[in-house]
Nanobody, 123 residues
Framework: QVQLVESGGGLVQAGDSLRLSCVASGRTFSSYTMGWFRQAPGKERESVALISWTRGNTYYADSVKGRFAISRDNAKTTVYLQMNSLTPRDTAVYYC????????????????WGQGTQVTVSS
């Protein structure tokens, strides 16, 4: 079993930055892919950024490229999402997720999910 706990969300103004954290526990993660997803009201959950735990390969959605950065701290079993130049379109609940294999953007491929953290960006 894997437990994921997110933190770092909040209310910010357009142009501000936030850093989300996701602490993982319960199992070893050497082959896992970790992902940040988001879901805005009335919209489907979408992938934002992915990182492979071992190699550190990354993926970013086009909407966040150049503004967001995903990273991991193996010793702390923590994944981060640094979000810069936030806009109101980034407003959503952000979720951390873990997949035991693969490197997929489809949320259905992820087995473990955190509870989510709200990010609200005002104009």
């Amino acid at each position: 079993q894997v437990q994921l706990v997110e933190s770092g969300g909040g209310l910010v103004q357009a142009g501000d930055s936030l850093r989300l954290s996701c602490v993982a526990s319960g199992r070893t993660f050497s082959s896992y892919t970790m992902g940040w997803f988001r879901q805005a009201p009335g919209k489907e959950r979408e992938s934002v950024a992915l990182i492979s735990w071992t190699r550190g390969n990354t993926y970013y959605a086009d909407s966040v490229k150049g503004r967001f950065a995903i990273s991991r701290d193996n010793a702390k079993t923590t994944v981060y999402l640094q979000m810069n130049s936030l806009t109101p379109r980034d407003t959503a609940v952000y979720y951390c997720a873990a997949a035991e294999s693969g490197f997929a953007t489809d949320p259905i491929r992820y087995t473990y999910w955190g509870q989510g953290t709200q990010v609200t960006v005002s104009s």
